[in-house]
């Protein structure tokens, strides 16, 4: 069985719904805002541009936002990037580790086929 399966499956079916209607070729942004739009109306609760800092030895080194933060479980960031690279995955990643959650969905929209990855810590 597969980490927040139900959730991850609600989830993928909102961004699948969002690339159809849009397709690529928009700034993450609109997806983005696309996105939450889609989850509110399946009434899954989310967060978007949820700020947080960055930790070092016990000082701030700085602070990110999460593009969307469903239900206090799973990190989504999304590209609107002609291919997903390794650097993609990585600040899925650190995204996780800074945020102490398990699982990333790095959602590709820029592509003519949605493109998915689970990211798990």
């Not at 805002?33 to 509110?40: D, F, N, P, S, Y």
């Given at each position: 069985?597969?980490?927040?399966?139900?959730?991850?499956?609600?989830?993928?079916?909102?961004?699948?719904?969002?690339?159809?209607?849009?397709?690529?070729?928009?700034?993450?942004?609109?997806?983005?805002?696309?996105?939450?739009?889609?989850?509110?109306?399946?009434?899954i609760?989310?967060?978007?541009e949820?700020?947080?800092?960055?930790?070092y030895?016990?000082?701030?080194?700085?602070?990110?936002?999460?593009?969307i933060l469903?239900?206090?479980?799973?990190?989504?960031?999304?590209?609107?990037?002609?291919?997903?690279?390794p650097?993609?995955?990585?600040?899925?990643?650190h995204?996780?580790?800074?945020?102490r959650?398990k699982?990333?969905?790095?959602i590709?929209?820029?592509?003519?086929?949605?493109?998915?990855?689970?990211?798990?810590?």
């Amino acid at each position: 069985m597969l980490l927040y399966e139900d959730l991850t499956k609600k989830i993928i079916g909102a961004a699948i719904e969002v690339h159809r209607v849009l397709g690529p070729g928009f700034l993450e942004s609109v997806y983005q805002g696309a996105l939450a739009q889609e989850l509110a109306a399946r009434k899954i609760r989310f967060k978007t541009e949820d700020p947080l800092k960055v930790m070092y030895k016990g000082e701030q080194m700085g602070k990110f936002r999460t593009d969307i933060l469903v239900e206090d479980k799973v990190v989504i960031e999304i590209k609107a990037v002609s291919r997903l690279i390794p650097e993609h995955t990585a600040q899925a990643i650190h995204y996780l580790t800074a945020t102490r959650k398990k699982l990333a969905l790095l959602i590709n929209f820029g592509t003519s086929r949605i493109v998915i990855r689970r990211v798990i810590l």
